[in-house]
């Protein structure tokens, strides 16, 4: 049987990226694409090769919940969802639900969903919170650490421009990022609150970046003792042996070699010479594991479908 899924918010890259990857889903189909700003247009305008296509819709968001589909993503900026939410509760509360932004990642009743780390959590789960793209670079680069840090982490974060999403801004201005990195919401950034809650404290430094899409993520890490390489590359081995997205290397990641791809390249390890300071580098493409293919793996864990499946698994070495 197959099983229909809503987006709201389609127009977005992320909401793009989820059509494709629901597209080749075996048993997931799409059930509406509520867009504003393409109401009326086929999906085939936009995206030749579906297999599925629909027309875009405008759906009101006190109207979401009376949709014929299994399962809502809200794709939308921060401070949307509620009236979504409210009337899938309304109309639909048995369907499951992942919302895409910020707005409920700190809510307790909402399960946090960044599988790797919290998947033993996602028993029964039907409010899902898709982490954000910094949050989830910075985690899984210093989860394998997290009970050996001394204060907070250090995050210098590069994203390319996908990242500020379609609205027109300064961070999406190509003219204004061209030979440039724009530095932006130098302290408590949403995502430095998000990993503090869920992880461990952090300091985090935003850039923006010309090229499109992808985050690096470099990890400044004092940790309360000292450690040898074979210490720390043996923590992370152990931490993500059984997980097919992330790949440990001993080079630092390029962000380059991550674009357009499901998962997460880890790599860098660099001690200083007490063995208490740890550099750690973590690359993932923003639109995919950052936001499209994490939420797709949270839904098929939530339906009782393989993790993975629907998402090309990279082959390394």
Not at 152 to 180: E, H, I, M
Not at 227 to 240: I, K, L, T
Not at 265 to 282: E, N, Q, Y
């Amino acid at each position: 049987m197959t099983l229909k899924i809503g987006l709201v918010g389609a127009r977005g890259h992320v909401g793009e990226a989820l059509i494709r990857i629901i597209d080749a889903h075996p048993d997931l189909s799409l059930g509406f694409v509520s867009s504003r700003e393409r109401v009326g247009k086929p999906l085939s305008d936009f995206f030749p090769g579906l297999k599925q296509d629909l027309v875009y819709s405008q759906v009101a968001f006190d109207e979401v919940g009376r949709q014929p589909v299994d399962v809502f993503v809200l794709a939308l900026p921060n401070g949307m969802a509620a009236d979504c939410v409210s009337s899938i509760e309304r109309f639909h509360p048995d369907a499951l639900v992942v919302d895409l932004s910020a707005d409920y990642r700190f809510d307790s009743a909402w399960y946090y969903g960044l599988p790797e780390l919290t998947r033993t959590h996602a028993a029964g789960a039907r409010r899902i919170s898709n982490p954000g793209c910094y949050a989830s670079a910075m985690q899984l680069a210093i989860h394998p650490m997290r009970d050996a840090l001394d204060g907070a982490v250090q995050c210098f974060g590069v994203s390319g421009y996908s990242g500020a999403g379609t609205t027109p801004s300064d961070k999406n201005d190509l003219r204004k990022l061209a030979d440039n990195l724009m530095p932006y919401a130098l302290v408590n950034h949403i995502h430095e609150r998000e990993v503090a809650r869920h992880c461990a404290p952090v300091e985090f430094i935003p850039h923006v970046a010309p090229h499109f899409r992808g985050i690096t993520m470099t990890c400044n890490l004092h940790l309360s003792r000292g450690f040898e390489a074979s210490e720390v590359r043996e923590r992370f081995e152990s931490a993500y042996a059984n997980e097919p997205l992330i790949h440990l290397q001993s080079d630092p990641p390029w962000v380059s070699d991550i674009a357009g791809k499901h998962g997460v390249r880890i790599g860098g390890f660099t001690l200083d010479a007490s063995g208490r300071r740890l550099v750690v580098v973590s690359v993932l493409d923003n639109l995919l594991k950052g936001a499209a293919t994490q939420a797709m793996q949270n839904i098929n864990i939530a339906l009782g479908i393989d993790e993975f499946t629907g998402l090309e698994l990279e082959k390394t070495a």
